[in-house]
């Protein structure tokens, strides 16, 4: 599998009430995801209203299927990066 960064950010309008509502949900899903092996670390950045994910799967399009799995989805603006080691690494 591949390495992806994805980076969310809320949609126009979203309030910190719409999130609250999904906070379970979305904690397990994620946490479902994480045991399958497709979802790494979460990281959010609320101040930015951005959140960082950290993805694995075979092409762009299984990480966004992936993604799209989990409640924020709805209420996320979605892009996906594929990633590569730093320049020098063994990895």
Partial sequence: MNSY???????DGVTPEDIRALIP???AQAKALVQQGVLGFI???M????VFLE?????DASVLSTIQTLP???IWNIEV???????????
């Fill in 72 to 74: 924020f989805a709805a």
């Fill in 55 to 59: 993805a694995f799967g075979e092409d």
């Fill in 43 to 45: 990281k959010v950045a």
């Fill in 81 to 91: 990066f594929p990633t590569t080691p730093p320049a020098g690494s063994s990895v």
């Fill in 5 to 11: 960064m994805v980076v969310a950010t809320f949609k």
């Fill in 47 to 50: 101040p930015k209203r951005t």
């Fill in 25 to 27: 949900a979305e904690q």
